[in-house]
């Protein structure tokens, strides 16, 4: 989504991005805890229940899953109705994968994991199950794990909509002039990318972890698509969905008026 800015592809006129790469469970933390450190952030649309009078959501550079999502996996086939007395990791409890996760199972018992560290200690016998986001979805069966649920599965059945898994956000003390400059830079950004996609891949190939070219072209388009370059009506609604699950069933503040930049 960031190759052109990074790469300067993209004029954005005076405005200069200085790009920090974290993990998003970091960077939900960040903006919760550290007043606002950034100016656009990505961060998880479940921590965006918690940020909502800093922050406004870009109408742009969301990760949406259409029928698929984070992955619950076991060492062995485990049923769904195991979870309450199963040990689950999870990527971070601000993560949209640990909402939507109590919100199918509200009595798990989950412990917080740095997210690429998930499947090698649901491997190792420390946890009954992990929550798999990022190229884990494309990769826990090589070491022998199991599906026990997609959540994005589980959602669109659910509640017949797509599963908004990060956002991206910009402060709202930048004034609606310049958040819309940047909400502009952004979408041009995934434009950009997603006409040159060769050249794009190069680039994230660099962040791919392990992944060959294959998978890693199958993982970006997987979250990088129409829905990322304007949420939409479904996008929007899927969001507010999501949100309002989520204030209904005691697991996050409410949002009373979700809008877009």
């Excluded at 994991?113 to 090589?142: K, S």
């Excluded at 996609?197 to 072209?217: C, H, K, N, P, Q």
Aim: with cysteine.
């Amino acid at each position: 989504m960031f190759y052109a800015l990074a790469t300067r592809k993209v004029d954005t006129g005076d405005l200069r991005y200085e790009h920090t790469l974290s993990d998003i469970e970091t960077l939900n933390r960040r903006a919760m805890n550290g007043g606002g450190e950034y100016e656009v952030s990505a961060i998880s649309c479940h921590a965006y229940a918690y940020l909502a009078a800093r922050y406004a959501l870009l109408a742009c550079g969301g990760s949406v899953g259409r029928n698929y999502g984070p992955v619950l996996v076991a060492r062995r086939p485990l049923e769904t109705e195991k979870l309450a007395t199963s040990r689950v990791a999870i990527p971070g409890a601000m993560t949209t994968a640990a909402l939507v996760l109590r919100l199918f199972c509200p009595d798990v018992r989950a412990d917080a994991v740095p997210f690429d560290a998930i499947l090698d200690r649901v491997a190792d016998g420390e946890f009954d199950a992990g929550l798999v986001i990022h190229e884990g979805q494309l990769t826990y069966r090589e070491m022998g794990l199991h599906k026990v649920l997609d959540l994005g599965e589980w959602w669109q059945q659910a509640m017949g909509l797509p599963l908004p898994l990060g956002c991206n956000v910009v402060r709202r003390d930048l004034g609606m002039p310049l958040m819309k400059r940047i909400s502009a830079d952004i979408r041009a950004s995934i434009r950009y990318a997603l006409e040159h996609r060769e050249a794009a891949m190069e680039y994230a190939m660099s962040f791919a972890r392990g992944l060959d070219s294959s998978r890693a072209d199958r993982f970006v388009g997987m979250y990088v698509n129409d829905l990322t370059l304007d949420y939409g009506p479904e996008g929007r609604r899927a969001i507010r969905t999501l949100l309002t699950e989520a204030h209904r069933n005691g697991l996050a503040p409410e949002v009373p008026d979700i809008g877009f930049v």
